[in-house]
């Protein structure tokens, strides 16, 4: 953890994995700092006021505002839940501003209902991956039923998106060759990964018809998580450039 996140109250229960790194890894005490912040707000220095068997309370003064996401917006064929819970750590930490799961054809139906998307789990993950990164921001994430539903979302929000397909299957270009435009918050980059057994024929004439442009890694077939990281990581790459 490389900033410690709080929601609404200044305190953490004993059994909170945040007391419990504090406590042991922080060795911190009562009157001692530590570097803090607001999910979605600002970051600061946290003082810890209280600290015993109970939990933990600390008084927060605010110095820095929140800083925002990249405008970048991955869309993912729903994994199996394991890979999706490192996936969601992950791109928070990358700073993605949005995650769209969509089911797909060939993927399995029952990942969808997942103990993750009837739980706090989600939410959970996101803010580890946020704490990883230093900051506080947390990425939207929203379940598609289907392709046509996530592109169609997308369409009916963003006019001006830039969507780009990542897949081995007919390239126009490699994702390292793609030339990437200025982004803002209105006219995001959407990067599309599929499922592990990835797009049916019908589901890649949807990305076609929705202007999407067609980049590959190469001619490996990669895992979902693995695609996305490495695609963001070209992405962003492209950037900070």
């Known amino acids: 953890m490389n900033i410690i996140l709080f929601e609404d109250i200044p305190f953490f229960p004993r059994n909170d994995e945040r007391y419990q790194h504090i406590k042991k890894i922080l060795k911190k005490n009562a009157g001692d700092s530590f570097f803090a912040g607001k999910v979605n707000g600002d970051s600061g220095t946290a003082r810890i006021t209280e600290f015993d068997e ?45 995650v769209y799961l969509t089911g797909t054809e060939l993927g ?64 126009v270009c490699t994702l390292n060759d793609f030339k990437l435009p200025s982004l803002s918050e209105a006219k995001p980059l959407i990067l599309a990964v599929g499922s592990e057994r990835g797009w049916t024929g019908a589901e890649r004439n949807l990305f076609y018809s929705a202007g999407y442009t067609v980049c590959s890694m190469g001619p490996r077939i990669l895992r979902t998580e693995t695609a996305a990281v490495a695609g963001l990581a070209v992405i962003l790459a492209k950037i900070w450039s």
């Open 108 to 171: 399995e139906k029952s990942y969808r209902e997942s103990h993750l998307f009837n739980t706090d789990a989600v939410r959970t993950t996101l803010i580890e991956g946020a704490m990883q990164s230093g900051f506080t921001a947390l990425p939207e994430c929203e379940v598609f039923p289907s392709v046509a539903g996530v592109t169609g979302g997308i369409a009916e929000r963003f006019a001006e998106a830039v969507p780009v397909l990542l897949d081995t299957v007919s390239p």
């Open 54 to 98: 109970k939990g933990l309370t600390f008084e927060f003064i605010s110095e820095q505002p929140c800083r925002p996401l990249y405008p970048v917006i991955l869309v993912i064929g729903i994994p199996r839940p394991i890979q999706l819970k490192r996936l969601l750590r992950d791109v928070s930490s990358l700073g993605v501003s949005a």
